[in-house]
């Protein structure tokens, strides 16, 4: 039980073990805790920082930055570098791994991060994040593009801030998700959401429907169902969200239920989604999982994918459990056929009947 003023770093001594790898990580996690404070004060100058806008320059998935990418992303890796617990990081906004200069301390730890995530929130003043993955470094070697490249349930931690009304950090290292509250007074991340629970059953979901004619039919069949509401086969209504940033979609899936869809569509046929694998689905799958809801691509545990490449991108079907247990269902389904309506020999595609074509 935790008490009321519990602090990030009062809490972490009380998760976590006293050994000198428990003790690393934590130290970690309060520097990402300090990068994540910089970068709320950034964000929250809005229009008084000369930080909105967008640059000239596109990142290495072809998008456009915006100079608080750049900006976010830089607070990252100068707070993260020096405190010798990191072996490498990987970001959004850069093209390869980044590993600490040999000259510099090195731990063992290795860190992907979306600096900023939902950045065209940002002109608009709507809430965006920073989503964060941690793995253990399994050989004390430098590491290389390779060592990153280990599915979801493989991290010892994972996490995002949500810069919105209040600043919060959301976290887990494995022994369920917790919220904190950033108390600008103190300067303190405070527990304020202990034990989160995504609630098994839910009447609410997102999903980009402007993308609907490029789904794939199990994923169309499912939001037709829930649009058709109380008069349809779910035979109840549904409610609809979408803030276009992935970070506070899921903040709102931990607090009240839901389930959020980024699927695999037909829009770049070999492009897997939209949303990454190693800093974005990963990371927010271990939290989900951590509050008892289902993370999946539709076909496969989204923490068992083995990643390919450091900004592979992935199909991604999270939230509330039966929600997520019925996508997956509708996609066993198609994928073997059973989906379709029965149509009777006489009339098939090599029936007598078959009418000539016009
Ligand atoms: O603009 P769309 O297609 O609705 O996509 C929104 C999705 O893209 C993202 O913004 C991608 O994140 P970035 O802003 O880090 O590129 C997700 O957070 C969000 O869910
Ligand atoms: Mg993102
Ligand atoms: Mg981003």
Redesign the pocket.
């Known amino acids: 039980m935790f008490k009321a003023k519990t602090t990030l770093s009062k809490f972490l001594i009380e998760q976590l073990d006293g050994n000198a790898d428990s003790k690393n990580l934590s130290a970690l996690l309060v520097d990402i805790a300090a990068a994540i404070k910089a970068i709320s004060a950034v964000v929250s100058r809005g229009a008084l920082g000369d930080h909105l806008g967008t640059l000239e320059t596109e990142n290495v998935q072809g ?1 456009q930055q915006k100079k608080l990418d750049v900006i976010t992303n830089e607070i990252m890796l100068r707070q993260c570098e020096w405190g010798g617990l990191l072996a490498g990081m990987v970001s ?1 906004e850069l093209e390869d791994a980044f590993v600490v200069p040999g000259d510099r301390p090195r731990g063992a730890y290795l860190l992907s991060f ?1 600096p ?5 929130n940002i002109d608009v003043n709507a809430a965006v994040g920073t989503i964060f993955s941690i793995l253990h470094q399994r050989e004390a070697t430098t590491p290389t593009t390779a060592s990153f490249l280990r599915p979801g349930r493989e991290q010892v931690a994972a996490g995002y801030a949500i810069y919105g009304p209040s600043t919060m950090l959301v976290m887990t290292v494995g022994r369920g998700t917790h919220g904190f509250t950033l108390d600008r007074e103190t300067g303190n991340f405070v527990l304020t959401h202990p034990d989160l629970m995504v609630p098994a059953d839910t009447g609410e979901f997102a999903i ?1 429907v402007s993308n609907e004619r490029f789904w794939e039919p199990p994923v169309m069949r499912y939001v037709t169902e829930c649009k058709a509401g109380r008069s349809g086969v779910r035979e109840r209504d549904f409610n609809m969200r979408w803030i ?4 506070a ?1 899921v903040h709102r899936i931990l607090m009240r239920g839901g389930v959020y869809l ?1 699927p695999r569509d037909n829009r770049q046929p070999l492009r897997a989604g ?2 990454r694998l190693l800093y ?1 689905a990963a990371p927010m799958a271990m939290l989900i999982e951590q509050a008892g809801g289902l993370a999946s691509t539709g076909r496969q545990r989204l923490s068992d994918v083995e990643p390919e490449d450091i900004h592979q991108r992935c199909s991604v079907i999270l939230g509330s459990r039966s929600e997520v247990e019925r996508i997956e269902r509708y996609h066993r389904e198609h994928d073997s056929g059973a989906d379709r309506p029965y149509i009777s020999p006489l009339f098939n595609e090599r029936s007598l009947y078959r009418p000539e074509p016009a």
């Open positions: 998008e959004e979306d900023l995530d939902g950045s065209s980009n276009a940033a992935m970070v979609d980024y939209r949303l974005e």
